[in-house]
């Protein structure tokens, strides 16, 4: 019967570094011990690191993953690439972010609705959305689920769009054949620092050294300035944190997927709906949505039992404020989503018997 009340957060990531305490605590004591604290040595190594666990060519450190998107975009423009007033297409339900990025560039983002059994971009949607003005698409791999498949490379090649990606969920998930590629390392991500980082991956060594300059304030050269550009780093104490993580992301990220293999084989409410199991290798679970009409009775429900959760996302961008010119679009799938997903509690730090108690109270869960 049911067990006492535990406590599970959604989220702890004192838990998560205690997991390398020892070696991350010896990683920022040898960065404050160096004197050198931005552009060095961490950072290099881990571009080189990075670039090989991602298998592209390229890593670019940069200060977060929305400046990431944002140089990733800025240099497909100022090589040529891309042009004011172009479009890129962009799943509706995505996190701010992605959007932001396209906005300030001066480019058009264009809302596509997603598949309301997988949650990540609808293939015929988005080639309902390709008009003479798009060039490019930004994939997100929403929830750490991988958005890529044939069908969107196809349509990629056809109509001779950048296949950009925003992974900040899906570290570990390849891009085989994306143009570029642009990471966060937010704290609660898979990969996450001890505060802000992000980088841009790429096989094009143009744009990685336009990228390179641009995050520089446009300079590669000593008081030369070629860009008009931004001061966007990577601090050495977080290159240095997340070089002690990067070798245990591939463990971490199957740790995850035991831990949402036994939610899919054991959570069993007709009122709660889990999205479309993937194959292992198409998802990290960087979150685990469920969806339910009555989520916010389902929220409250388990936030009496113990078990903390998040909304991934309450209010989608065309219903924010910053959007307003979108404020008619009926977008019906994203909308359903905002209104009935839950985020379930993940993390490589979290135990089996957490995990039990969290399936047990969703199986009990009565409207
Ligand atoms: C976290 C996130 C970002 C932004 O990353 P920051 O490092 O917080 O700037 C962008 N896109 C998605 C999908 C994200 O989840």
Known sequence: MAEKNLNIPFLSLKDITALHRDELMQAVGRVAESGWYLQSDENKAFQTEFA???????????????????????????????????????????YIATILAVSANGLVPVLVEPEAETLVLDALEMERHISVRTRALLL??????????????????EHSLLLLVDAAQAHGIPNA??????????????LGAFGDAGAVVTDDDDVAAVV????????????????????????EINAAVLRV????????????????????????????SLPRRL?????VYHLFPILCRERDVLQAYLKDKGIGTLIHYPIPPH?????????????????????????LPLSPALGDREVRYVTDALNEFRA
């Open 279 to 283: 194959a292992d290798a198409d998802c």
């Open 177 to 190: 054949d994306a143009d570029c590629v642009a990471y966060s390392f937010y704290p609660g991500k898979n």
């Open 52 to 94: 090989h666990y991602c298998n592209k060519q390229h890593c670019v450190t940069c200060a977060n993953g929305l400046d990431a998107l944002t140089l990733m975009l800025r240099a497909y423009k100022e090589r040529g690439q891309l042009h004011d007033g172009d479009e890129v297409l962009v799943p509706a339900n995505t």
């Open 140 to 157: 997100v791999h929403l929830y750490g689920r991988n958005a890529y498949n044939d069908r969107i490379g196809r349509l990629c090649r």
């Open 245 to 272: 993580k990067l070798p245990y992301l591939d463990e971490e990220n199957d740790r995850r997927r035991t831990i949402a293999a036994s939610y899919y084989d054991n959570i069993h409410n007709s009122l709660i």
């Open 212 to 235: 390179r300059t641009l995050a520089n304030y446009g300079s590669n050269e000593k008081y030369v300035f070629e860009y008009k550009g931004m001061n966007s780093r990577m601090d």
């Open 319 to 343: 219903r924010q404020q910053a959007y307003a010119e979108w404020s008619d679009l009926s977008l019906p799938v994203t909308e359903m989503i905002a209104e009935c997903e839950l985020s």
